[in-house]
């Protein structure tokens, strides 16, 4: 227990957070088993194994791509039995991963890097699962391209972690230097960032979703001037993507139960089919397990960045990406690279 406190303090500089929501305690939607017996086959219902995989997701973009095959799960649709816990920040995630409560997290991208390294290649990553969520606000600015930026003020969150990594990265590549060309101003939290932005006290703010959507809800003078992950593909002529989120697995769990693993993974891939294509379902479904409100979820899944990205695309274009944070600050993927283990691949 002492080391999973040491692991989880030590990323807490590292992080940053998904999450779509400041307040809530952990959210348990669990399966019971389903005990397979002769003629059950007519049933409605996918008869489920007995392995049950516990898997960790931040309420927000990852706890939506979890939404369909929560809701399956406890209607027993699915080959595999669930227990998936909904949290609030991902330091609680760090702590169920390596304290052996999740088989499965829903973690920044940065920060799987870093818990690779920490504990000797005892996580792994399966699958990339959001891209950027980040996006340029204005009200009352002209902004139609990064350079349009030079000589203005941008507020932002994030700092020390994954925004502004990539947010300078996006700037230097673009002829921009951020603290000269651009002023940078950080805000501890997105609700403070956002709040500012609906009162017009901010002009130029980059925020996540759905805080982007509140904002716009509730401010109609702001509007969405800059995708930043479209900025990043044209910064990086597209040789990486702006990953801010994956799915890690254990490794002891990877190595023991494969065959149930890549079930999991085929499962949790429809699941992200179906918030891609379905989001009206979606979005109730949100509501119904707690993840975000519907009205809020209807208008922020499009650009939730919600993907599924596995295999040889996913090592081809993660460490490019793991490389610019490297250069940025070692310390924010664990001090080095990490090697090709560290990808899982069914």
Known sequence: MRTTKKLTSLFLALLFALSTSGCGSKQNVSSDVTNSKAGSSASSAA?????????????????????????????????????????????????????GKADAAALPTNLAAALYNKTSGNVRMAAVTTLGVLYLLTSGEDISSIKDLKGKTVYLTGRGATPEYAFDYILKQNGLTAGSDVKTVYESEHAGLA????????????????????????????????????????????????????????????????????????????????????????????????????????????????????????????????????????????????DDNFYYKK
């Open 195 to 338: 709040a500012k932005m609906i009162a017009g006290s901010v002009k130029i703010a980059v925020l996540p979703e759905p805080f982007v959507t509140q904002v716009l809800m509730k401010n109609k003078d702001v509007k969405r001037s800059l995708d930043i992950t479209e900025e990043w593909d044209k910064a990086s002529g597209g040789e990486s993507v702006l990953s801010m989120g994956c799915l890690v697995v254990s490794k002891k769990f990877a190595a023991e139960n494969k065959g149930t693993l890549d079930t999991f993974l085929d499962e949790y891939k429809a699941s992200v089919s179906y918030a891609d294509t379905n989001t009206e379902e979606t979005a109730a479904l949100s509501e119904k397990y707690g993840i975000m409100q519907k009205t809020v979820a209807e208008k922020a899944i499009p650009n939730c960045g919600i993907v599924y990205i596995d295999g040889d695309e996913m090592q081809s274009k993660i460490p490019a990406f793991l490389q610019i944070l490297y250069k940025a600050n070692p310390k924010s993927i664990g001090g080095k690279l990490p």
């Open 47 to 99: 008869a489920q194994s007995e392995k049950t995989v516990a898997v960790a997701a931040l309420k927000g973009p990852t706890g939506l791509s979890m939404a369909k095959l929560m809701d399956d799960s406890k209607s027993k649709k699915t080959k595999v039995n669930y227990n998936i816990s909904l949290v609030s920040s991902p330091d609680e995630m760090v702590s169920m991963i390596t304290g």
